[in-house]
């Protein structure tokens, strides 16, 4: 098998990993499973891990002018950020929820940028962003008045909203620190930071809920979030990147909702109406047209 064709499988199988995670949480949800525990637990496992590692290369620690960064990208990629997507999961459903958090990552990434750099922005840009607006505007309503009335789906829409702009902050921000430090040892970092982060967050979500429940659903999805999507989709994500360009495997993201809509659909019985699946479509083409140099 040429390589090339062996890091297309891999990346495939990245994106397959990846956009199965809304379902698997969506399905924890349904047994009665807390977002917030369901964010500690996948952490939990990712830090044993990313702690082993650590004790065996024992990797240079951050520098200090260094360790407020950390400390922020720990608190906005992992502290508060599941949470968010978690809850936007809950309100709004899995497939809503990956094309939302997807696909308008990358038009946050190029607003933050322009407004960074100073970047001036082409008509094709601005039409890019226009269409992009519009399609999400489809994926939250579904092109009815009605979603008025349905509180529980603006707020999932608007989680998802914020947290494709934390991410963007997230990737914008993070840039540096990759370039500095060796990526996997950086995301270790981060990783343990974070998870300490969500403590508190475990802690009062027990006060206010109740008592957790943890079905089987939630152990499962614990292990698939903390093992295959944090470990080995983000070693899978790097190992694809060696080998093939930046833009190849960038585009490789837009198929994730698509992988979230079918399994949602094969293994929850969740379908999204025509107008919100259209929408998703606008919010590609608009993300293509922003992507364009």
Known sequence: MK???????????TILIWGNSFVFVD???????????????RFAVASSIFLAYMLIKKPNAPDKQDRRLFFFLAFIGIGVYYIFQYYGVKFAGASVSSILVTLLCPIVIFILSVRRLGERVTTVQKLGLGISA??????VTDGTLSFISNSQAIIGGLFGIVCAILWAVYTVE????????????????ITLIGTMMLVPFAAADTQVAGPAEFP??????ALYLGVLCTVFGYVFWFRALTGLDASTTGAA?????????????ILLGET????????G?????????VSRK
């Not at 479509?281 to 047209?289: A, P, Q, S, Y």
């Open 27 to 41: 399905m924890a949800i349904r047994d009665g499973s807390s977002p917030v525990m369901i964010a500690m637990a």
């Open 216 to 221: 089987l659903s939630f152990f499962m999805c």
């Open 281 to 289: 479509v606008l919010t590609m083409v608009g993300v293509v047209l």
């Open 253 to 265: 993201l837009f198929f994730e909702p698509l992988v979230t809509i079918v399994f949602a659909w």
């Open 134 to 139: 519009t399609g999400s505007f489809f994926v």
């Open 3 to 13: 390589k090339t064709t062996s890091l297309y499988l891999v990346l495939a199988v």
């Open 174 to 189: 993070g840039k540096r620190l990759v370039k500095k430090y060796d990526p996997v040892a950086s995301t270790a970092y």
């Open 272 to 279: 999204i109406g025509w107008v919100a699946g259209f929408g």
